[in-house]
T-cell receptor, first 115, second 113 residues
Framework: DAGVTQSPTHLIKTRGQQVTLRCSPK?????VSWYQQALGQGPQFIFQ???????QRGNFPDRFSGHQFPNYSSELNVNALLLGDSALYLC??????????????FGPGTRLTVL | SQQGEEDPQALSIQEGENATMNCSYK?????LQWYRQNSGRGLVHLIL?????REKHSGRLRVTLDTSKKSSSLLITASRAADTASYFC?????????????FGQGTTLQVKP
């Protein structure tokens, strides 16, 4: 049973470019959340997708957008990259339909460096 | 913004000693979870404690929750070098099963062999 997978592992972009990160949730999970973790900080919630719709959003600008596909996989898109977007981007999956309060399963992350 | 603050920011102990990390948060919660992260990689779920629970154990881990003080502690007993990692508390709030976690800043634990 594969856990949460993310691609690519590392990515280097320049300011102003656009990037797409990908995530496949753990088998049986229907909800994907994305987090940004700056160096030395805790992860910060970007947004969450369930039933192919953005369900919740954190305090991130519209440059950050996402998508969820019918197979529950998800993409995170960031436009007009800034130096401050350099971070580890983590994807987490869970099942909203199961009982209240669930652990999140995290992927290994994508390390994005913006030059 | 971060929900919680963790204390201490860094902790260095000898193998075999116990390690205690504390977490404080600001709003009412559904549950509080602890995660471990090794060297900037993905997070691993350790334990979840619900708002109506006061203490929970899992192997060498013991978590307490005091909702009146909005605080939690994680105790790792008989620590091992392999426990060296960053530890984060995360809270889930709101009605229903939100799946949205608010993380603290983390405690970096070093266990010396």
């Amino acid at each position: 049973d594969a856990g949460v997978t993310q691609s690519p592992t590392h990515l280097i972009k320049t300011r102003g470019q656009q990037v797409t990160l990908r995530c496949s949730p753990k088998s049986g999970h229907d909800t994907v959340s994305w987090y940004q973790q700056a160096l030395g900080q805790g992860p910060q919630f970007i947004f969450q997708y369930y039933e192919e719709e953005e369900r919740q959003r954190g305090n991130f600008p519209d440059r950050f957008s996402g998508h969820q596909f019918p197979n529950y996989s998800s993409e995170l898109n960031v436009n007009a990259l800034l130096l401050g977007d350099s971070a580890l981007y983590l994807c987490a999956s869970t099942s909203i339909r199961t009982k209240r309060g669930n652990e999140q399963f995290f992927g290994p992350g994508t390390r994005l460096t913006v030059l | 913004s971060q929900q919680g603050e963790e204390d201490p920011q860094a902790l260095s102990i000898q193998e075999g000693e116990n390690a205690t990390m504390n977490c404080s948060y600001k709003t009412s919660i559904n549950n509080l979870q602890w995660y471990r992260q090794n060297s900037g990689r993905g997070l691993v779920h350790l334990i979840l404690i619900r708002s109506n629970e006061r203490e929970k154990h899992s192997g060498r881990l013991r978590v307490t929750l005091d909702t009146s003080k909005k605080s939690s502690s994680l105790l790792i007993t008989a620590s091992r070098a392999a426990d060296t990692a960053s530890y984060f508390c995360a809270t889930e709030s709101g009605s229903g099963n939100t799946g949205k976690l608010i993380f603290g800043q983390g405690t970096t634990l070093q266990v010396k062999p």
